[in-house]
């Protein structure tokens, strides 16, 4: 006997405002924490749906750079379509995207804390290597920026290519890339 396969659509929401989420990242994970491979993104309304999905019981895992990770457990998917509407919590971090992106000669990183304390900004190339970081012990809450002029700790010019810059900031850990050219 085979099992049928079904779909889980639903709306992402900011739980405090009611506002609709745009580009959420919908993760289907095993009730033990395992991918599954099966994943989404929220459109402009909200809205997201995801077939194929083996009928069964999922942890689904929402992320988004603003908001602090969701999941809902134990969502049961049948032979059908199972909805689903998942508030996500604002976070009290932010990490804008870097501009220019790309950048040539130096780029800049915006972010926002909502309180006070340990920050750390790192960069790091493609194959995990760390190549320039600032940090704070404690750090007032507010709107940053730091400009970096694409030296590594070292003082040498990165080459050209895909970076990660990564937030760790009031509990929330972001990401985001940007690429060095010539």
């Not at 994970?29 to 999922?58: H, R, W």
């Not at 507010?142 to 400009?147: D, H, K, L, V």
Request: aromatic share 8%.
């Amino acid at each position: 006997m085979a099992f049928a396969n079904g779909s889980l659509c639903g709306t992402v929401h900011d739980a405090s405002s009611g506002a609709v989420v745009q580009d959420a990242g919908i993760f289907f994970l095993t009730t033990s924490g395992s991918a599954t491979g099966f994943q989404g993104v929220s459109d402009a309304a909200g809205a997201f749906c995801i077939g194929g999905i083996p009928a069964g019981t999922y942890d689904v895992e929402v992320r988004h750079d603003h908001y602090v990770t969701a999941y809902v457990r134990g969502v049961v998917v049948v032979d059908d379509v199972t909805g689903v509407d998942i508030g996500v919590i604002p976070s009290d971090a932010a990490l804008l995207a870097p501009r220019p992106n790309p950048a040539r000669h130096q780029v800049e990183f915006r972010f926002r804390i909502g309180a006070a304390g340990p920050i750390r900004l790192d960069v790091f190339d493609m194959s995990g290597r760390r190549v320039r970081g600032w940090g704070s012990d404690a750090a007032t809450a507010g709107e940053r920026a730091i400009e970096w002029d694409l030296r590594d700790a070292a003082g040498r010019a990165v080459p050209a290519g895909l970076y990660l810059v990564r937030l760790h900031a009031a509990g929330a850990t972001l990401t985001r890339t940007f690429s060095r050219i010539p």
